[in-house]
DNA sequence: CCGCATCCTCATGGATACTG
DNA sequence: CAGTATCCATGAGGATGCGG
């Protein structure tokens, strides 16, 4: 897939998975390891060709994994780790489906262990709560602000509201304090990061 | 985009979203409502065709609408509640994407703008948990069950072990039941789902 | 058979120019 | 400003080939 050449975690998710077919060969694998003929029969309309392309496009970005399986040389296809953390947001898009689906299956195909997947997504939605501040961010553009409330985290532009306590640093780094893959700690001995304020809120939300 | 002619949550969600730049689009109107003049400079790179096409098609699907805002023929749009419900899928694919953002932005573009959805996303990832009992499920093939853990539901093969309940259904109907579109107690006087062993189990499933 | 690779045709996407 | 029209490049889909 052509890049979209955007800073954007939903653009580079959309690189790696965003081809036709791609999302639907990890829900096969996401049921089970595959054999390329298991894949053939469980992706009815695929092209013998995409599906190889697929495979190794996915297989070099790191979502799936060629093995040779028992004896022989049987290749068999699996989800990496990380691939498999697909599951959450299939699982999400087959919930959002509700309403293109409830009208039957007209005449499409249908195999069974397709609602290994459905079924506990759209059972599996409830979610959880959190406290309540309001954090400043200057990521070098106009301020934004980030609220906490009962009902979930909202960033936009600031408001003029009182804020807890306020952190510069670059969108790089803003992301990966927020996903874990920085720590805050880290941040600020290397000087990635500066705090303004309440210096405890911040560890809040991104030391929990 | 082509049909994949598969009765699948996923396979229909992609009809919808799943072409190029859709998704992109819908992250556009997640931030706010937005003028096509607003869309091309906040998606750069599409193409103004595209962005045409896509909007119709959008649209026509009942993801997107156009609205005519304030005085003279303004031209804005915005989501649907249904489209607006993207931002469960889009939250988890930006979460799914934090290997490919940490090594930063590289020569992609960037607008502060698209953190409003990104951080949210990644701070907010808790989730609840659930009572515990085994279903068989009938759909017309081979036996399947269904087990609630602590740590969610599961569909498989039966594998033998004992069931607290049994439920024999189409597709459709277990789909519809599963996301509340249809109730237990509607399908039971409709005919349409049989169900043998422990019933109250079964209440506790799809109709809680 | 299985696991692909090749070839061909046609639909779609992208860039740019253009119009009401 | 809000899109269309046009033209070319790319990719999808189907058929078929071919070595193991």
């Known amino acids: 897939m052509r890049s979209y050449g955007q800073y954007c975690g939903l653009a580079r998710s959309l690189e790696v ?8 060969i990890v829900r096969q694998l996401l ?8 894949l053939i029969d469980g992706l009815p309309g695929i092209a013998t060709n995409l599906l190889a392309d697929r495979l190794r496009d996915l297989e070099v970005s790191g979502v ?25 947001p299939i699982e999400s898009l087959i919930r959002w489906s ?20 459905a079924v506990p997504a759209l059972l599996d939605t409830r979610f959880e709560a959190r406290p309540s501040w309001t954090v400043g961010l200057e990521i070098g553009g106009p301020p934004f602000q980030l609220r906490a409330t009962r009902s979930g985290f909202k960033v936009g532009p600031h408001d ?20 874990g893959a ?18 405890s809120v911040v560890r809040t939300v991104f030391a929990p």
Not at 17 to 24: A, E, F, P, S, T
Not at 64 to 86: C, F, H, I, M, N
Not at 169 to 178: E, F, H, R, V
């Open 17 to 24: 998975v965003g081809d036709r077919w791609n999302l639907l």
């Open 31 to 38: 049921i089970a390891p595959a054999r390329y003929r298991d």
């Open 64 to 88: 799936v994994e060629r093995r040779l399986t028992g004896e022989g040389s049987v290749v068999e296809y699996a989800l990496t780790p990380w691939g498999a953390e697909l599951r959450l």
């Open 98 to 117: 509700t309403p293109l689906m409830v009208r039957g299956p007209d005449d499409d195909s249908f195999r069974p262990e397709w609602l290994t997947l």
């Open 160 to 179: 003029g509201r009182d804020l807890d306590a306020t952190v510069r640093t670059d969108p790089a780094y803003i992301l990966a304090l927020a996903a």
């Open 182 to 199: 920085l720590t805050l700690r880290d941040a600020r001995a290397l000087g990635l990061v500066e705090i303004g304020g309440d210096e």
